[in-house]
Structures are given as C-alpha cells and as structure tokens.
C-alpha cells in the first residue's frame, strides 16, 4: 500500500508526534509498504534518515497527485492548518483518507469549533482516529462522528533490554518538554514537597521555555544539587537514565497518551502519573503504578513509593515480568485495520455515486 503521512512539524523538531510519525513510516516500509512523509518543517544540518520526506514550502501545496497514495495519513494537534487543510484536500480529491488526533482538543478556548464551522469538518469525507480513548471522545463530541483509537506504541525488546531493579537510594526520572502544559513547575513543586520528607534524588530530561525558570526554582529551594536538569536526550540516553531510576513521574494532565511513560514502564519503572491523561491507557493503578487526578494526589503517590520499598519492587517486578500491550506490532496492525476499513468505505460511497448516477442517467 501506499501511505502518504503529512504533519505540520517533522524532525528535526523532536516532540512526540514528530518521532511517532518517523517510527510508524520507518515500521511500515520495513514490512512492505511505499511510504512517503510531507511536512512544512525545513531540513536540518543533517536530514533525518528513513522514509522520503518532502518538505512542503510555506507558498505551496503537497504533491497529493503526483505521489499517488493509497491512503493519505494527516497527523494533527491542536493547531495543525497544514495537516487538516491537506486532509480536506485529499478527501476533496478523492483519495482515502485518515486523520489522527495526538492532542486532547478541550480546554482550548474555541479553536475546535472555530475550526469545525469554518471548514465545514462533519462534513469531510474521512475517517477520525485519535492515539487514546481520552483523545478521542472529545473529538466524537465535538464531530458527532465515530473516532477509531489508534495507540502510539514503542519497541518492547529495546526498551525492556534496559529493565533493571536499580539499587541505592530511590531515584526518580521524569522525560518531558519544559512546558506549561507538560506542567514542569508543578513537577518541581512536587518534589519539594517529597524532598521536606525523605530523602531522594532526580533527574529531568528535556527543554523548553520554563527550562530557567525550572532552575530558579530549584536554586531559590535549595534543590539544585538533589534534581539535576539535562536538557534533551536521545533515546540511547534516556534508556540509560531509566536503568537507574526508581519511580517516573508524569504530572501533565492534558497528556493524550504518553509516549515517555510507556518507555519507562516498558523499561520496568513503575509510573507515577495523572487519571485524567491518556497515560492511563496502559498504567492501571496499583498495578503498573498509581494515578492521581490532581497535583496533591500526584504528590502524595510519588511519596508512597519514595518511603514504601517493598511496594515499589512490586510494582517494578510486575512492570519487568509483564510487558505492556503496546508495542509496534499491535500499532501496525491497528494502523492496517484502520487503512483498509477506509479505503473499503472509499470504494462503497464511490460505488454509490456511481450507481445513483446511472439511476439519474436512466
């Protein structure tokens, strides 16, 4: 088949849709398919390797026709004008198409239903994924259409090669971008709060905006030696952070799925995180980790594990024993389903067209 993914932003930008496109296109061609990638985001110094990527200019249109797809597969957050007005074009055009949602579309003002009238979304001929049942019930009520769930995935055998019972004093790991809505102040916050309690050290990966005003907060609490701050890693990195780590913490709320998460619990850690975000798609409480739904909850979780040896090893020795339900065969097969009820939904409203327009000819 040939797939055609289109995204607003592509390496070398890293974030998570970013590196789940790159890994889906790369997965998809290795098992067979013609994979091509169309985005807005220019090349690097050094272009990322893999799938063909064509790289759109601001001033022009992607070259739906000539590349020829079976399936065009638009990837889009909250604001994503490039990956839903080629969607719109594609469906136009009359190409099979899907479009996956990696964002919760609420408590975003009205950009969802701005979108919606304006560009008429009930009525694109398309069909509606979205990475986890809590990305995707917003956009069944805001479209009133069905949305399949099409989880992101990692690879279980890289990452669970690293699962180890780490020793010494606890040690807790968070891998995120240094954003409001990653929610990286309240994450240092929390750990202050651990820190009057019991002692602990930590290790935050990842940049951002708040990065300096992380650091001041952590200078100004006396924290600076106790959290370390990395900036961004690869993934060869953060495997070697999560060998050592005791707990992962994900404090951001509004996380449609988790990527960060899943590798550490695919590494053997056990997760400390929201309920409301889509992390507990594959973390249940008390079972792979413990959920709260609010910053004081969160707080009081990470706690628990930090002063509870023995429950913490039973969570680690679950997490290392059974591995998560998500790795890149069960997405690639998901993402097939998903292409193949589009492209037979295609051909019967095709068919139908073509059937009333004999009726009428008739």
């Not at 290790?203 to 650091?215: F, H, I, K």
């Not at 959920?291 to 706690?303: K, N, V």
Request: hydrophobic share 45%; aromatic share 4%.
């Amino acid at each position: 088949m040939r797939v055609l993914h289109v995204t607003d932003s592509y390496l070398p930008t890293l974030g998570g849709i970013e590196l789940h496109v790159r890994d889906l296109a790369t997965r998809q061609q290795a098992v067979g398919h013609d994979v091509s990638i169309v985005t807005r985001t220019p090349a690097g110094p050094a272009d990322a390797s893999g799938p063909d990527v064509r790289r759109v200019p601001v001033a022009r249109r992607p070259p739906l026709t000539e590349l020829v797809p079976d399936v065009v597969h638009a990837h889009v957050s909250i604001i994503s004008p490039f990956g839903l007005a080629t969607a719109r074009r594609s469906a136009m055009l009359g190409i099979p198409t899907v479009i996956t949602v990696h964002s919760l579309w609420t408590h975003v003002g009205c950009l969802p239903e701005l979108a919606r009238e304006l560009w008429g979304m009930r009525r694109w001929n398309v069909t509606w994924a979205a990475v986890s049942e809590r990305a995707a019930q917003p956009v069944r009520d805001l479209l009133g259409a069905p949305v399949h769930v099409v989880p992101n995935a990692v690879d279980l055998a890289e990452w669970s090669a690293f699962a180890a019972a780490p020793s010494g004093p606890p040690h807790v790991l968070s891998v995120m971008r240094l954003t409001g809505v990653k929610r990286a102040l309240p994450l240092v916050r929390t750990l202050r709060r651990a820190a009057r309690h019991t002692d602990f050290t930590a290790t935050v990966v990842g940049d951002g905006p708040q990065r300096e005003a992380v650091q001041r907060y952590l200078r100004r609490q006396g924290l600076a030696d106790r959290v370390r701050l990395t900036g961004a890693l690869d993934r060869r990195q953060i495997r070697a952070r999560l060998a050592g780590a005791s707990i992962f913490v994900a404090p951001a709320h509004r996380e449609s799925f988790g990527i960060a998460a899943l590798e550490a619990r695919a590494s053997g850690v056990p997760v400390v995180a929201s309920s409301r975000s889509g992390i507990a798609t594959f973390i249940e409480h008390g079972r792979d980790g413990l959920l709260g739904a609010d910053d004081r909850e969160i707080g009081d979780h990470l706690l628990t594990l930090l002063q509870d040896a023995g429950l913490r090893d039973e969570l680690a020795r679950h997490n290392r024993l059974v591995p998560p339900a998500y790795g890149w065969d069960q997405a690639l097969a998901r993402n097939d389903e998903v292409y193949a009820l589009t492209v037979a939904t295609h051909a019967q409203r095709a068919a139908g067209r073509r059937q009333a327009g004999r009726v009428l000819v008739g």
